[in-house]
């Protein structure tokens, strides 16, 4: 498997590293929880020589912890019991909190490297309390509950007998008590050989010396680098050693979170056009988050409710409701967080109507002055009526006002007003400056609808293709796992359209049976991946999944091609790529129906790429089971996730130099240097441009990556750094921004290999400053990426001789204290020849595009 606890440098300071003659055979050894933080700290140990004194391994370090249900009501380990069977294997069982009839169970070789967890669900008492795991020629698993005793017997902790009620006695703790010198605490004390310990301090020091070097940061630079001196660095490029890289290396991950949908990219104005937000967006937390929400009733006469007798469509149940007793008051809409209208510009309005007579429609400003206004008509029957608005001022807090102009019962739905001027002018379209700012990055590929939102959060939150296609009126809005509405306007065919748009590929993540490993609880299913989609439906869901390939790529004439067809697209989008699961918790729910799905899709679209889910982290359980899933299946690409410190990026710039080139290939479908305070500032830049050299250096195994998240709405924001923040007038590249953008508009499909040398060895100085050269074979240009995150100028030399530079070439370079969030990139021509210097400034990313003879 990967190489992840490889010591790199044994430079730890540990007497376990150095072995000693009159170490002891044996020890004891202590398993043990704390009620702790809720019980959510994990499995602890501590060892003695003599079962008197005892050392802890780590300050209560946890060696496994509980992967249940949500973030911080669950994932919580109760009484876990640690047993070791005959073979050598180590296994814990626990509980998962005080309701639930569930208990935990996880198996290890080593008490360092944890295996898949399973979480099983009893048939009798109330809940599972202080469960005991013994082992007899198979395991059996006793549990208290309000002051009974049950049993379970299992050859394998997976699958499990009838549970029995067993006296009192059969229930037999092996627990004890004992004195650390964290307090008293209660667990299972073993005898073990002293390898066991020793490889266990051995993990531990490991951890702290690679967090203390992933924690490193600028503000420690001065320290750090005190006495350090400008660098020469030269460069001999060695263009006949040149390599093909992947062409689709650069892209976005677009996920509705932050209102980057709603609100955002869809440039819908009206808000809960539909009338359907619901509480339960919410989780019921928010009474105001309802039908009515944007909505509210000015002037008298008029009484505004909801209805959902004969709706449009059953997908779009409810609609408002006027009865006006005299005319004269308006429903009005405040949009999201207002309406941003332009003089001159044009808006088109749409509404669908019943009930007799015409309804005024006024745009106003803030102080209800008229920018805008048209007259639609209502019918017997559900009428969509439309018009078109010019606005003849601008204003960024317009509303808009719906006024019958006679007294009766109205019912209005889908009240709708979009810019005529979207991107590329399209109905149903993307706001024009937010689209354009992705699209100017020159993405290779955009991977959509998410992230969580596309596992989404229990079974009934994930997200169904089919409900986002067809017209608007039909299509089925939901809850979006990030806590706010998700209307499915922009849904699957808008996201394919975009791509074309852009000449980006579409890729399409698709959930693997699993919701999100974090997901509410479901009653009578448990938290998380408990709640795989039942085998039974497996098909129909794996037909889903199989039509979303004809819906992109089938004739127009054949079921979903002819879907395609209608929302005005014959011709296919050529789609080649779907990811199947999102950084899922790798548990044999998750096997089971990945491999499901995996063989559908060799089977009936072998002319698929299908990219795999390795978990959400660069190491640990996930990753490691997630390849070992992916080498047994032959998945052709896997999609790797980590949010991670600066530090860990400058120390990890070996990371897939050290991949195994047989196997699959990587997506880096969602990565992002994060501080504390999650700043996009030019340390982050700076860590992301580094360590995006080594993307190009191993572009024969990285085959695709994206930044995330992507969008990110000033005010509406859940997750920090974003690459692009917006409000309703302004769009706010990144720093971060900047690198991604320098990148995709500077990639090549050959990496050019070449040697550097620096005037100084110091590893931290070597650490922080990388460089690539790539060639576009498309214009011939060489690109020469160079990155400096030391605090002094660094002199580079490039040699060129093996490229044949034409003497012309564009420079640009963007640099700034750290902290900087608004630095930009500043360009100018300058004159190459085969040999060339160039000053790297302070904390800079320079690229240099060379045009060659
Ligand atoms: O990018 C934000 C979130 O991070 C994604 O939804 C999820 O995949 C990851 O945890």
Request: hydrophobic share 35%.
């Amino acid at each position: 498997m990967k190489k992840l606890f490889i010591l790199i440098g044994l430079a730890v300071s540990s007497n376990v590293f150095a072995g000693a003659h009159n170490e002891p055979d044996s020890v004891y050894l202590f398993s043990y929880a704390t009620t702790k933080n809720s019980n959510h700290n994990g499995l602890h140990f501590a060892w003695s020589r003599d079962g008197k004194q005892w050392q802890p391994i780590g300050n209560e370090y946890p060696f496994v912890k509980s992967d249940y249900g949500r973030w911080g009501s669950q994932k919580r380990m109760l009484d876990p019991y640690v047993v070791q069977s005959p073979d050598g294997q180590w296994h814990a069982v626990w509980a998962l909190n005080e309701k639930e009839r569930l208990f935990a169970a996880v198996s290890s070789p080593d008490l360092v490297y944890w295996g898949r967890q399973t979480y099983h669900l009893t048939e009798h008492g109330e809940n599972v309390q202080k469960p005991v795991l013994g082992y007899n020629n198979g395991f059996s698993v006793y549990y208290a509950s309000n002051g009974k005793y049950y049993r379970t017997d299992s050859r394998d902790l997976k699958t499990y007998s009838a549970v029995k009620e067993v006296s009192a006695n059969e229930y037999q703790s092996r627990n004890v008590s004992i004195d650390l010198p964290g307090g008293k605490a209660t667990g299972q004390q073993h005898k073990v050989a002293w390898s066991v310990v020793a490889n266990m301090l051995q993990a531990y020091d490991l951890r702290q010396f690679k967090d203390q070097r992933y924690a490193e940061n600028t503000r420690q630079d001065a320290h750090r680098f005190a006495d350090l001196k400008p660098v020469k660095a030269s460069i001999v490029v060695q263009a006949e050693a040149a390599r093909p890289i992947s062409d689709l290396l650069f892209g976005v991950f677009f996920e509705d979170l932050n209102y980057a949908a709603d609100g955002g990219l869809y440039a819908e104005l009206i808000q809960n056009r539909d009338f359907e937000y619901a509480l339960s967006d919410k989780e019921n937390r928010d009474p105001h988050w309802n039908s009515k929400h944007s909505w509210s009733v000015q002037g008298t006469g008029s009484t505004f409710n909801i209805d959902s007798a004969q709706p449009i469509h059953p997908n779009n149940p409810h609609y408002a409701v006027l009865e006006t007793s005299a005319t004269g008051a308006s429903l009005v809409n405040s949009g999201f967080d207002g309406i941003v209208v332009r003089k001159g510009e044009k808006y088109v309005l749409s509404a669908f109507l019943k009930g007799a007579g015409k309804v005024k429609v006024n745009l106003v400003n803030a102080q209800r002055q008229i920018l805008a206004s048209a007259v639609l008509a209502g019918g017997g029957s559900w009428k969509q009526s439309k018009a078109v608005l010019t606005a003849s001022a601008d204003a960024t807090d317009a509303k808009l006002e719906l006024q019958p102009l006679q007294t009766g019962r109205l019912q209005l739905d889908m009240i709708s007003l979009f810019p005529q001027a979207t991107f590329k002018g399209h109905t149903n379209g993307l706001r024009a400056d937010l689209a354009q700012t992705i699209a100017d990055m020159h993405p290779r590929f955009v991977r959509f609808p998410g992230g969580c939102v596309a596992h989404g959060d229990g079974l009934h939150n994930i997200y169904q293709w089919k409900n986002t296609v067809g017209p608007l009126e039909a299509r089925k809005p939901q809850r979006n796992l990030w806590g706010y509405h998700q209307s499915a306007g922009l849904g699957y065919y808008e996201y394919f359209r975009y791509c074309e748009d852009m000449g980006a590929e579409p890729l399409p993540v698709i959930a693997a049976g699993v919701p999100c490993q974090n997901s509410g609880e479901v009653a009578g299913l448990g938290g998380g991946q408990q709640g795989g989609v039942p085998f039974e439906h497996m098909d129909e869901y794996i037909q889903d999944i199989l039509d979303l390939v004809e819906y992109a790529n089938g004739t127009a004439t054949s079921k979903w091609g002819k879907v395609r067809a209608a929302a005005g697209h014959p011709k296919p989008f050529n789609l080649k790529y779907v990811g199947i699961g999102n950084e899922d918790l790798i548990s044999d729910v998750f096997a089971e129906r990945y491999k499901m799905i995996l063989a559908a899709m060799k089977k009936h679209h072998p002319e698929i790429v299908v990219i795999g889910t390795v978990g959400p982290f660069s190491e640990g359980t996930d990753y490691v089971e997630g390849w070992k899933l992916a080498d047994s299946l032959a998945v052709p690409m896997v999609d790797e996730h980590y949010y991670q410190p600066p530090g860990w990026f400058i120390h990890n710039q070996d990371y897939y130099d050290r991949y195994d080139r047989s196997k699959s290939k990587v997506y880096l479908g969602e990565y992002a240097a994060h501080l504390p305070g999650r700043p996009n500032n030019i340390e982050t830049a700076l860590a992301e441009a580094l360590y995006l050299t080594t993307l190009e250096r191993n572009g024969d195994v990285v085959h695709m990556s994206s930044y995330a998240p992507l969008l990110a709405k000033e005010g509406h924001t859940q997750w920090n750094p974003d690459l692009i923040y917006f409000n309703n007038s302004t769009v706010k590249p990144t720093v971060g921004y900047h690198v991604q953008s320098l990148y995709g508009r500077n990639a090549g499909n050959e990496y050019l290999p070449g040697v550097m040398t620096l005037d100084n060895q110091q590893d931290a100085v070597k650490k922080r400053v990388a460089y690539s050269v790539v060639r576009d074979q498309k214009t011939k240009d060489v690109i020469v990426k160079l990155v400096n995150l030391l605090p002094v100028p660094v002199s580079t030399n490039v040699n060129l001789n093996s490229i044949s530079p034409a003497g012309s070439a564009v420079k640009t370079v963007l640099q700034g204290r750290p902290d900087d969030k608004t630095a930009a990139p500043v360009t100018s021509n300058i004159n190459v020849q085969n040999e060339f210097s160039n000053e790297l400034p302070p904390y800079s990313f320079t690229v240099i595009r060379i045009k060659t003879k």
